[in-house]
C-alpha cells in the first residue's frame, strides 16, 4: 500500500423504526508501524469543521480516534463492550460501544474492514450499527 490513500467510509446506522446511511469518501495516509495499519484522513463536519480521524486496525481490534469538533475515541473487539466519553459542546456522554464482527481483508493495495456493533450512550442502546471502510492506494 503506497502512503497516500483514497479511504471509502460507509455505514448504517439502525434505529428503531429507521436507517441512517453513512457516506465518506476522502484522501489520507497510510502506514504500517509495528504490526498495526494505521489510516489518518479528514472530515467536515456539517457545519464545515474539520475532523482528524486516525483509525488504528489489527486483526483482533480496531480503535478509532476523532479530534476536533466533537472529539471522540471508540474501541472496536469482538465480544466486548468498551466505554469511552464522547465530547460535546454541551459536555459529555459515557458511549458504549459493543462489537460482534471485525473483518479485515488485506491485499496488496487495497485494505477492506468490516465492523458490526451496538452503541449505547449513557448506557441506553440507542442503535445496531455498521460500518465499512475501503482504503486503496491512491493512483499517481
Same mark, same amino acid.
Not at 472529539?71 to 460501544?97: I, Q
Given at each position: 500500500?503506497?502512503?497516500?490513500?483514497?479511504? &471509502?467510509? #460507509?455505514?448504517?446506522? =439502525?434505529?428503531?423504526?429507521?436507517? +441512517?446511511?453513512?457516506?465518506?469518501?476522502? @484522501?489520507?495516509?497510510?502506514?504500517?508501524?509495528?504490526?498495526?495499519?494505521?489510516?489518518?484522513?479528514?472530515?467536515?463536519?456539517?457545519?464545515?469543521?474539520?475532523?482528524?480521524?486516525?483509525?488504528?486496525?489489527?486483526?483482533?481490534?480496531?480503535?478509532?480516534?476523532?479530534?476536533? &469538533?466533537? #472529539?471522540?475515541?471508540? =474501541?472496536?473487539?469482538?465480544?466486548? +463492550?468498551?466505554?469511552?466519553?464522547?465530547? @460535546?459542546?454541551?459536555?459529555?456522554?459515557?458511549?458504549?460501544?459493543?462489537?460482534?464482527?471485525?473483518?479485515?481483508?488485506?491485499?496488496?493495495?487495497?485494505?477492506?474492514?468490516?465492523?458490526?456493533?451496538?452503541?449505547?450512550?449513557?448506557?441506553?442502546?440507542?442503535?445496531?450499527?455498521?460500518?465499512?471502510?475501503?482504503?486503496?492506494?491512491?493512483?499517481?
Amino acid at each position: 500500500m503506497t502512503k497516500d490513500v483514497l479511504v &471509502d467510509v #460507509s455505514g448504517l446506522q =439502525l434505529e428503531v423504526n429507521s436507517e +441512517e446511511p453513512i457516506q465518506l469518501m476522502t @484522501t489520507g495516509s497510510y502506514y504500517m508501524k509495528n504490526g498495526k495499519h494505521y489510516v489518518l484522513y479528514e472530515e467536515l463536519t456539517d457545519d464545515a469543521q474539520t475532523v482528524k480521524n486516525i483509525l488504528k486496525i489489527t486483526e483482533k481490534k480496531v480503535e478509532l480516534t476523532k479530534k476536533g &469538533d466533537g #472529539s471522540s475515541y471508540m =474501541l472496536f473487539e469482538a465480544g466486548k +463492550e468498551n466505554l469511552s466519553y464522547y465530547d @460535546t459542546p454541551f459536555g459529555s456522554l459515557l458511549l458504549g460501544v459493543t462489537t460482534s464482527k471485525i473483518q479485515v481483508d488485506h491485499e496488496e493495495d487495497l485494505m477492506k474492514l468490516h465492523i458490526d456493533y451496538g452503541l449505547s450512550i449513557n448506557s441506553d442502546h440507542i442503535s445496531d450499527c455498521v460500518i465499512d471502510v475501503s482504503v486503496r492506494s491512491k493512483v499517481q
